[in-house]
């Protein structure tokens, strides 16, 4: 790859600055694609973006950027997108620094700022050229997600349009999804989400095998599907549902035809059992009934030493003698008959009774 440093002034690069969901993000006088398809979203808070500006306002040096150059003479930032759109939107009057505005500034401090040289490595090459040199380069600032990785390896007009479903701020999925999904739509969290679902957590596969088809259509329509089946089936929302993997229910229990009143009378009282330790789990063992499922209070140490002496080291299924470490505590009464995990609850089984004997 050829490179070449150059010095570009802020003035240059806000020239015909556009910044909209139809056109995407340009400056440099509609040369420069400031946020290419392989970019992440604007990630930066208040305070790293002021920074930028305090930066450029006291005529500190910015770490060098990288732009890429295309065959007809228009450039792609490489690495500097969130300094460059910090920038652009200042000047545009976007956002106020101190409570003043770029307008808000005498003359003689816009001109400082407008001549303010940025430090740019412009860079030519093929396409996987500049996709090593993205993931090499961009290690300073916002680390990179997995997702957002993916996005550079697989760029195309599939993922085009699933980021308009997925990666935008108060993008459709967000609006559907946000109480049942964990992360953001621009860190590529939702994108992620939705792919692992479809594809069993095989994501990488699912987005090659898409990548040049027209538009993600079959994504977004099942994820619908898993929300709106998961807002049917259990219409009372409780935060432990955040991060439940619902497409895996979905799969499994999609043709089921369940009462909704029955099932939360179920889970009311599961939510009150003190025994139940994850309560994002009960809806798992709602459906299953396998209560493998569920995240159940153990046994203390304590517990299981003073069962294991009262016992005198005798397992009471098999009447054999064994070390404590051979053995298992286990509930007298089984936790779905209504059995706590108290210590006259407990008893000590080995191993082999333990995991042999008859369950729920």
């Keep these: 790859m050829k490179i070449e440093l150059r010095e570009v002034t802020i003035r240059e690069v806000v020239a015909d600055y556009l910044n909209n969901q139809e056109d995407g993000v340009v400056g440099y006088g509609g040369r420069l694609n400031i946020r290419p398809k392989y970019q992440r979203e604007f990630v930066y808070g208040d305070k790293q973006r002021n920074s930028v500006i305090e930066t450029v306002r006291k005529d500190f040096p910015l770490n ?66 500049k996709l090593d040199w993205f993931k090499t380069i961009n290690i300073a600032g916002e680390k990179l997600t997995d997702q957002e990785l993916r996005n550079a390896m697989y760029t195309g007009t599939w993922l085009t349009d699933a980021k308009r479903y997925f990666s935008r701020t108060g993008c459709t999925a967000y609006g559907l999804g946000s109480d049942y999904l964990n ?63 619902w497409w895996m229910l979905y799969n499994q229990f999609k043709e089921q035809n369940y009462d909704s009143g029955k099932l939360e009378t179920e889970i009311t009282r599961l939510m009150q059992d003190e025994d139940v330790t994850k309560k994002s789990w009960i809806y798992e063992y709602i459906l299953t009934g396998n209560e493998k499922s569920l995240s159940i209070c153990a046994f203390t140490d304590k517990m299981k030493r003073e069962t294991y002496e009262r016992q005198k080291g005798i397992c009471t299924h098999c009447q054999k003698y064994f070390e404590i470490g051979e053995m298992e505590a286990d509930h007298i009464t089984p936790w779905y008959a209504g059995g706590k995990t108290t210590p006259e609850n407990c008893q000590m089984l080995c191993k082999n009774c333990n995991r042999t004997k008859s369950g729920k």
């Design 64 to 129: 060098v950027m990288y732009w890429v150059k295309n065959a007809d003479d228009s450039y792609e930032v490489l690495d500097g997108q969130q300094r460059t759109i910090s920038i652009c939107e200042y000047v545009a009057g976007n956002f106020s620094l101190d409570f003043q505005y770029f307008h808000n500034l005498e003359d003689t401090e816009r001109e400082q700022i407008l001549d303010y040289k940025l430090m740019v490595y412009f860079c030519e090459g093929n396409d996987k050229e």
């Design 183 to 245: 992360g953001s739509p621009i860190r590529q969290d939702y994108l992620e989400t939705a792919i692992s679902w479809i594809n069993n957590e095989k994501i990488e596969e699912y987005m090659s095998k898409n990548q040049h088809n027209p538009n993600a259509n079959e994504l977004w329509l099942y994820f619908q599907s898993v929300i709106n089946w998961t807002r049917a089936t259990f219409p009372n929302y409780r935060k432990e549902m955040k991060g439940v993997a």
